[in-house]
């Protein structure tokens, strides 16, 4: 226990004998910081922590694949998750898709696309290899067609 935490247990009376006609010690200047730092750490608790200023917003990626038409859209660098997906989608239908859907998003991330002859599979990771991984070991295999990171 350090000396301040000594003080105010003293303070509370600890080895203090009260007469009645004995003034009560006053708390100290230290009691009342200590009140109002934790007063703060309410409202901080409460209200929340501001961001610092140099903090980014998070940016999405989106990876839309085609498998009648074989052909793939993709966004990356938006601010939203359906945004990324819309982008994509449109990317992969003016590339000629008609059946085009997603096939993985990420955030502040990577999504890859993998493909054989009979199937497709989107996955993410932190990195483009983390992402290509994952998709060509849930598909089963094939080859990675699409990498795209924010």
């Given at each position: 226990?350090?000396?301040?935490?000594?003080?105010?247990?003293?303070?509370?009376?600890?080895?203090?004998?009260?007469?009645?006609?004995?003034?009560?010690?006053?708390?100290?200047?230290?009691a009342?910081?200590?009140l109002?730092?934790?007063?703060?750490?309410?409202?901080l608790?409460?209200?929340?922590?501001?961001?610092?200023?140099?903090?980014?917003?998070?940016?999405?990626?989106?990876?839309?694949?085609?498998?009648?038409?074989?052909?793939?859209?993709?966004?990356?660098?938006?601010?939203?998750?359906?945004?990324?997906?819309?982008?994509?989608l449109?990317?992969?239908?003016?590339?000629?898709?008609?059946?085009?859907?997603?096939?993985?998003?990420?955030q502040?991330?990577?999504?890859?696309?993998?493909?054989?002859?009979?199937?497709?599979?989107?996955?993410?990771?932190?990195?483009?290899?983390?992402?290509?991984?994952?998709?060509?070991?849930?598909?089963?295999?094939?080859?990675?067609?699409?990498?795209?990171?924010?």
């Amino acid at each position: 226990m350090n000396a301040a935490h000594r003080g105010l247990r003293h303070l509370k009376g600890d080895n203090i004998a009260t007469h009645p006609a004995t003034p009560r010690p006053r708390a100290t200047n230290s009691a009342a910081a200590a009140l109002l730092i934790g007063a703060g750490a309410v409202v901080l608790g409460v209200l929340g922590a501001a961001a610092p200023a140099n903090a980014t917003a998070s940016k999405f990626v989106a990876i839309a694949y085609s498998p009648d038409a074989r052909v793939f859209g993709y966004a990356n660098g938006y601010a939203t998750q359906t945004d990324a997906q819309q982008f994509a989608l449109a990317s992969c239908q003016e590339h000629g898709g008609t059946d085009c859907r997603i096939t993985g998003w990420a955030q502040d991330g990577c999504a890859a696309l993998a493909v054989d002859t009979n199937r497709y599979y989107g996955w993410y990771g932190p990195t483009p290899a983390a992402a290509e991984q994952q998709a060509l070991y849930r598909n089963g295999g094939g080859h990675i067609i699409e990498v795209a990171c924010t």
